[in-house]
Nanobody, 127 residues
Framework: QVQLVESGGGSVQAGGSLRLSCAES?????????MAWFRQAPGTEREAVAA????????SYGDSVKGRFAISQDPAKNTVYLQMNSLKLEDTAIYFC???????????????????WGQGTQVTVSS
């Protein structure tokens, strides 16, 4: 049962940009407290990319994407976006959206904070 759906992935040359979107496929539990993006490349551990505390809009980023990626939201739609600029080869991965609807804490890590996950969207950066 898919409840978070990502879109916007694809192939891009290094230095280019992509914008990912994540929305609920159906209402889950009201308003999410925290929405985030993670990524995983083949043979690597899942990596936290960005998170946003939906109440305030405050955000946090993984060190490898700071200054290049930006997370934003549309609270009316329970939708989160990830604007990815200056893409590098090492940004190639499957990108997953995640959310949790409980408590008042929004942390980038650990991933176990997040109860709902999308199926992922592939981002491929080529030279």
């Amino acid at each position: 049962q898919v409840q978070l759906v990502e879109s916007g992935g694809g192939s891009v040359q290094a230095g280019g940009s992509l914008r990912l979107s994540c929305a609920e496929s159906e209402p889950i539990e009201g308003v999410p407290v925290c929405m985030a993006w993670f990524r995983q490349a083949p043979g690597t551990e899942r990596e936290a990319v960005a998170a946003i505390y939906t109440k305030s809009g405050s955000s946090s980023y993984g060190d490898s994407v700071k200054g290049r990626f930006a997370i934003s939201q549309d609270p009316a739609k329970n939708t989160v976006y990830l604007q990815m600029n200056s893409l590098k080869l090492e940004d190639t991965a499957i990108y997953f959206c995640a959310a949790h609807y409980r408590g008042s804490i929004c942390r980038l890590w650990p991933s176990t904070d997040y109860d709902y996950w999308g199926q992922g969207t592939q981002v491929t950066v080529s030279s």
